[in-house]
Nanobody, 121 residues
Framework: QVQLVESGGGLVQAGGSLRLSCAAS????????MGWYRQAPGKQRELVAH???????NYADSVKGRFTISRDNAKKTVYLQMNSLKPEDTAVYYC???????????????WGQGTQVTVSS
């Protein structure tokens, strides 16, 4: 089995920063693309950022210039550094990873449990 464990969420004032972490564990051969999604109350889940195993990144327009996604392949961990936070960033943030458990098997998409980020005005 595979687990994605998230941490780093919390309450912060507008303009502040938070750093989210998500570590993959379990029977894993390789971790492909990893990313962060978020879902605000009453809204659909949306992609925030993702990063390939080679380090290529992609960001939602709403977070460009403020958020930075990175990863540590040795630790099988993805990070999301969030700066200049706005109340509009308030949401549950979910970690996502495409993981191949064995060299001979297909990869599958896994989700973390979600971590709450609340930005006060």
């Amino acid at each position: 089995q595979v687990q994605l464990v998230e941490s780093g969420g919390g309450l912060v004032q507008a303009g502040g920063s938070l750093r989210l972490s998500c570590a993959a564990s379990g029977s894993i051969f390789s971790v492909n693309t990893m990313g962060w999604y978020r879902q605000a109350p009453g809204k659909q889940r949306e992609l925030v950022a993702h990063i390939t195993s080679g380090g290529s990144t992609n960001y939602a327009d709403s977070v460009k210039g403020r958020f930075t996604i990175s990863r540590d392949n040795a630790k099988k961990t993805v990070y999301l550094q969030m700066n200049s936070l706005k109340p509009e960033d308030t949401a549950v943030y979910y970690c996502n990873a495409d993981i191949r458990r064995f060299s001979f098997s297909s990869s599958y998409n896994w989700w973390g449990q979600g971590t709450q980020v609340t930005v006060s005005s």
